[in-house]
Structures are given as structure tokens and as C-alpha cells.
T-cell receptor, first 114, second 112 residues
Framework: GDSVTQMEGPVTLSEEAFLTINCTYT??????LFWYVQYPGEGLQLLLK?????DKGSNKGFEATYRKETTSFHLEKGSVQVSDSAVYFC?????????????FGQGTILTVHP | NAGVTQTPKFRVLKTGQSMTLLCAQD?????MYWYRQDPGMGLRLIHY???????AKGEVPDGYNVSRLKKQNFLLGLESAAPSQTSVYFC???????????FGPGTRLLVL
């Protein structure tokens, strides 16, 4: 079945450090890929997405590129801020008869210190 | 617009008690979902609905029932709560032709 694997956390960084959170997936067909972010005490919100191979999603300084050859969708940011502290979830939508249903990774906790 | 709202925010139950979680959305979305979030396991889909009057099972449906009598509401019921159902429950909605889901703030449930 479909699955998403994220790097183990938690991740702790100093402000202005470079961030990478790894995400790999297993799916049949051509899924759409997502990064959702969950700030403390809140629900999830979409951070960025990519719908086909080689697409790059970007938002708020975060980027991720859909790599079909390595089945990956790693999240990056060049300079993190304290306000980026949150839980980050990688997810996929396999499409077809599974359209609308998201499969999530386990989440990665990010803490950024001043 | 309020987006997706959930009631209640927090609840404590004793084993064997029943309760209903309410999800409401004001975006006229066709699809609605219930997830549970457990540490180290991400979010897992419990049940979902593709329209008023229709529901379907997700990945972890056992012990839960749902109903979608109105397009804007999606109810999640626990008939006989068990400690294994201690979790944070999230409702989400989406348009039928878009993949992006919009999430509510969550309900934290503790079953003793």
C-alpha cells in the first residue's frame, strides 16, 4: 500500500540555520505530494505541494522538489526562524480511487532556538 | 469564514461511555474526513464522506461510527470508549476537485 516515511525527529536548530527534513514515499501511479505544518495547539495547514515529477513547491521560504527517481520530497529552508518551530508532516494523495485521501508520514518536530 | 470548527476542544471519558464529536465547515466542501493523531504515527484516516448521506471507512474505522446528514456537518461517534481511543481527533474538508484539505483545530480525547 501507499506509505510515507519521514526522518526521525526531533530536529533542533539555531535561528538562521539551514533546514532539511527528509521524506520518501511508496505509491503506485503518480501521487501528489504535500507538506503540512502544525503549529502548537493548532490544526494542520498546507505549507506547499507538488503534483508531478520535477515540480517544486514553495511557500514562506520553504521549498520541496518532487523527485520521482528517488521517490523523495525533501523539505528545505535556507534560514529558519523561531516562528518556524512546529511539527511538519509529509503526505501523499495517490489519486485514482483514493482521490481525496491523504497518507501521512509520522511527523517531524522542529524546534528553533534564538 | 470560520473554516473548519470542531466541538468540543477537550473531553475526558470513562471506559464504556459514549460521545459524539462534531465537525462543521462553512466552505461548501463536498468531502469531509476524520483523522486521529497519535505520537510517532502521524495522522490516520478513520472515516470519510464524499457527500451528504454517504460515508466510507478509512484506515482505522473500528470502534467509530460517522454520519453526514447535512453537507456542512460530519459527526464522529464512539459508542463504547476504550483507552486505546485516547488521541487527538482532527476533522478536515476539501472540494471534490481539489486535493488540498483544510483542517480543524482538533479535539483532545482522554479515555480513562
Amino acid at each position: 500500500g501507499d506509505s510515507v516515511t519521514q526522518m526521525e525527529g526531533p530536529v533542533t536548530l539555531s535561528e538562521e540555520a539551514f533546514l532539511t527534513i527528509n521524506c520518501t514515499y511508496t505509491a503506485t501511479g503518480y501521487p501528489s505530494l504535500f507538506w503540512y505544518v502544525q503549529y502548537p495547539g493548532e490544526g494542520l495547514q498546507l505549507l506547499l505541494k507538488a503534483t508531478k515529477a520535477d515540480d517544486k513547491g514553495s511557500n514562506k521560504g520553504f521549498e520541496a522538489t518532487y523527485r520521482k527517481e528517488t521517490t523523495s520530497f525533501h523539505l528545505e529552508k535556507g534560514s529558519v526562524q523561531v516562528s518556524d518551530s512546529a511539527v511538519y508532516f509529509c503526505a501523499l494523495n495517490a489519486g485514482g480511487t483514493s482521490y481525496g485521501k491523504l497518507t501521512f508520514g509520522q511527523g517531524t518536530i522542529l524546534t528553533v532556538h534564538p | 469564514n470560520a473554516g473548519v470548527t470542531q466541538t468540543p476542544k477537550f473531553r475526558v471519558l470513562k471506559t464504556g461511555q459514549s460521545m459524539t464529536l462534531l465537525c462543521a465547515q462553512d466552505m461548501n466542501h463536498e468531502y469531509m474526513y476524520w483523522y486521529r493523531q497519535d505520537p510517532g504515527m502521524g495522522l490516520r484516516l478513520i472515516h470519510y464522506s464524499v457527500g451528504e448521506g454517504t460515508t466510507a471507512k478509512g484506515e482505522v474505522p473500528d470502534g467509530y461510527n460517522v454520519s453526514r446528514l447535512k453537507k456542512q456537518n460530519f459527526l464522529l461517534g464512539l459508542e463504547s470508549a476504550a483507552p486505546s481511543q485516547t488521541s487527538v481527533y482532527f476533522c478536515a474538508s476539501s472540494r471534490w476537485d481539489q486535493e488540498t484539505q483544510y483542517f480543524g483545530p482538533g479535539t483532545r480525547l482522554l479515555v480513562l
